[in-house]
């Protein structure tokens, strides 16, 4: 087809239906395509992909298992005549690959039940109506009904890695040294200041905790920060952390 037909056939688009698109990587012999219709079938499972999942939560827990772990895998739920009618994505932690067989010649993954949280006799009733990710639990699914998407890995081709994994050793690192962090300020005394009493004062324990009770009310919490201190005390010592002693990175 000429430009001059191509030309012609989208101003007959845009008159039958408003409007025209050309896409030349769906389109057919013409190279162009009318869109498909709201209630059309695949528009549907694109929008509501299964009971329990909008269209936008199913894309987005691909995504997340696809960055997380570097594989994303996805169950076309088939009908009698072979008809994608639910699609899930299952979790590539629970997954296993099974090797081919006689019964399955392309293989296929077993669902791992202990990896599962859901208790399959109290969700029985929910699963047989609405859910059928959950009764493939500890059973196997047939390579001809995955849809698998991978991160390329540098030394598999049979497995993907994903960006956390390639930089695992640097999340420990910085996961060790949050641990430490959190250790120091949750178990260390961190006092901010030291008051001492002049030498012919000899206050009570009961004294001491008095003066400390009304010093921490008036100047303790983030809203007396920077607030002036007036003490008739001989020395009044700063025992605030430097940033070198708090630059743990370095």
């Given at each position: 087809m000429n430009n001059s037909d191509q030309k012609l056939f989208r101003r007959h688009l845009r008159m039958d239906s408003g409007y025209g698109l050309s896409r030349s990587l769906y389109a057919g012999e013409t190279g162009a395509s009318i869109p498909l219709s709201n209630d059309h079938a695949l528009c549907q499972i694109l929008k509501h992909p299964n009971?329990?999942?909008?269209?936008?939560?199913?894309r987005y827990e691909r995504v997340l298992q696809l960055q997380l772990t570097g594989a994303s895998i996805v169950w076309n739920v088939p009908n009698q005549f072979g008809k994608?009618?639910?699609?899930?994505?299952?979790?590539?932690?629970?997954?296993s690959?099974?090797?081919?067989?006689?019964?399955?010649?392309?293989?296929?993954y077993r669902i791992q039940t202990p990896s599962s949280r859901y208790d399959l006799d109290s969700f029985s009733s929910y699963s047989s109506s609405h859910n059928l990710l959950q009764q493939v639990l500890g059973k196997v699914i047939p390579l001809s009904q995955l849809q698998i998407t991978r991160w390329p890995h540098p030394l598999y081709q049979d497995d993907g890695q994903s960006p956390v994994s390639a930089g695992a050793r640097w999340i420990d690192s910085a996961n060790q040294i949050d641990a430490a962090r959190w250790a120091q300020m949750n178990n260390g005394a961190d006092p901010s200041i030291v008051v001492t009493c002049g030498k012919d004062m000899r206050?009570?324990?009961?004294?001491?905790?008095?003066a400390a009770a009304m010093f921490d009310q008036k100047y303790g919490g983030t809203e007396n920060t920077g607030k002036a201190i007036f003490t008739t005390g001989e020395q009044v010592v700063s025992l605030t952390a430097t940033p070198r002693e708090m630059d743990y990175n370095a």
């Amino acid at each position: 087809m000429n430009n001059s037909d191509q030309k012609l056939f989208r101003r007959h688009l845009r008159m039958d239906s408003g409007y025209g698109l050309s896409r030349s990587l769906y389109a057919g012999e013409t190279g162009a395509s009318i869109p498909l219709s709201n209630d059309h079938a695949l528009c549907q499972i694109l929008k509501h992909p299964n009971p329990t999942q909008s269209g936008a939560a199913f894309r987005y827990e691909r995504v997340l298992q696809l960055q997380l772990t570097g594989a994303s895998i996805v169950w076309n739920v088939p009908n009698q005549f072979g008809k994608t009618v639910q699609r899930y994505v299952i979790p590539t932690a629970i997954a296993s690959p099974v090797a081919p067989s006689t019964d399955l010649p392309d293989g296929g993954y077993r669902i791992q039940t202990p990896s599962s949280r859901y208790d399959l006799d109290s969700f029985s009733s929910y699963s047989s109506s609405h859910n059928l990710l959950q009764q493939v639990l500890g059973k196997v699914i047939p390579l001809s009904q995955l849809q698998i998407t991978r991160w390329p890995h540098p030394l598999y081709q049979d497995d993907g890695q994903s960006p956390v994994s390639a930089g695992a050793r640097w999340i420990d690192s910085a996961n060790q040294i949050d641990a430490a962090r959190w250790a120091q300020m949750n178990n260390g005394a961190d006092p901010s200041i030291v008051v001492t009493c002049g030498k012919d004062m000899r206050p009570t324990r009961e004294e001491l905790e008095a003066a400390a009770a009304m010093f921490d009310q008036k100047y303790g919490g983030t809203e007396n920060t920077g607030k002036a201190i007036f003490t008739t005390g001989e020395q009044v010592v700063s025992l605030t952390a430097t940033p070198r002693e708090m630059d743990y990175n370095a």
